[in-house]
């Protein structure tokens, strides 16, 4: 249900806090209100017994029922009058233009509902008059911001009000967001969806990892090599898993650089369905400015491969029991140079 129109929970307390039971501007209300007490609206369909018409004459005070000059007295009058309340109500609710479709429906549900409670049990009219106070401070709440703000409050569980002064950080106007989105939004989103934090620091993590096991792998074979240059036998015992590593890594195929990659597609998922909900449309998003962004420096693969470092050779000749022979090498490979055992490069 909309925290617009949550007006008997926790909310209440702070649409009472921030408008006041009594500050907010009633004046279309009075005048709504004083429409259907002259029969202009259509509450007559729900008066009981062919009443008619409830009332007739100057309008109605909007804080008590019945209290109008000449007003008739009785229960039958006091719903009556509710009833001409709900309705008011109701007219000015479908008249906003903040307000969506879909909330416009819901308080008429919840005001048609309240009609026929007074009708079948006039006895609780105390009762439904609180209920009638919430309903009107939730739609002043959710009247004074933009319809955007409204359904993102709804979708995060946020106040519509926190939310426009958090796009306000940014240099946004939610009636009038650029097009396409740019830094700002992205920014803006970050901040005010929670698991797009979560879901970007997840995507930052394997990014250092990556980089991590980039420079270990590095250092490792070049360990190798050293070791190579310097030992007079064969090598064929020594862990090759460092060049595989890095040969997979030249075009992303490590399990580092998977990793990786499936997090920040992840992230950039998440991104583009919360800017569905901004520009309501399907958006997708490059990646370079989520990277800007966000400041998510991924390496560009292939472009930005660790090194892949100058291998040590048997240099017996026919390596036929080489080390590296027991790997599978892409062609480029034969380009880089071959250190030999004895410390000759050939």
């Not at 209920?131 to 409050?153: C, I, K, M, V, W």
């Not at 989103?189 to 929670?194: I, S, V």
Request: hydrophobic share 35%; aromatic share 8%.
């Amino acid at each position: 249900m909309s925290n617009t129109i949550q007006g008997l929970n926790s909310n209440q307390e702070y649409y009472l806090d921030d408008y006041g039971a009594n500050s907010a501007d009633y004046s279309d209300w009075d005048q709504a209100y004083e429409n259907c007490a002259q029969g202009g609206c259509a509450q007559d369909q729900y008066l009981n017994d062919g009443q008619g018409p409830a009332a007739q004459g100057p309008s109605a005070s909007l804080d008590g029922v019945g209290d109008w000059e000449g007003a008739p007295e009785g229960p039958d009058s006091e719903t009556a009058e509710f009833k001409q309340q709900c309705q008011a109500l109701r007219d000015i609710i479908q008249e906003s233009e903040n307000l969506s479709p879909e909330q416009k429906q819901e308080y008429a549900e919840r005001l048609a509902k309240l009609q026929s409670s007074a009708d079948l049990h006039p006895a609780s009219l105390d009762i439904y008059q609180e209920q009638l106070d919430a309903l009107r401070e939730g739609y002043e709440l959710s009247n004074a911001h933009s319809p955007l703000a409204n359904e993102l409050a709804e979708r995060y569980g946020q106040d519509p009000a926190a939310i426009e002064e958090l796009a306000k950080k940014y240099g946004l106007d939610l009636k009038n967001l650029p097009r396409p989105a740019d830094e700002s939004v992205l920014k803006f989103l970050g901040e005010l969806d929670p698991s797009l934090g979560e879901s970007l620091q997840g995507a930052k993590k394997s990014v250092e990892d990556k980089l991590k096991q980039d420079a270990e792998m590095v250092q490792k074979a070049k360990d190798r090599n050293a070791m190579a240059v310097l030992d007079n036998r064969d090598m064929d015992d020594t862990d090759l898993s460092a060049y595989e590593y890095l040969l997979q890594a030249q075009t992303g195929a490590d399990p580092a650089s998977l990793d990786m990659n499936e997090k920040i597609a992840a992230f950039q998922g998440q991104v583009e369905t919360a800017l569905g909900a901004l520009y309501g449309e399907g958006i997708t998003l490059e990646a370079d400015l989520m990277a800007q962004a966000f400041e998510l420096n991924a390496p560009r693969l292939p472009d930005e491969a660790p090194e892949l470092v100058p291998m040590a050779w048997d240099g017996r000749g026919t390596k036929s029991a080489g080390n590296f022979d027991k790997m599978e090498w892409p062609a480029w490979v034969s380009e880089y140079p071959k250190i030999e055992y004895n410390g000759n490069e050939g």
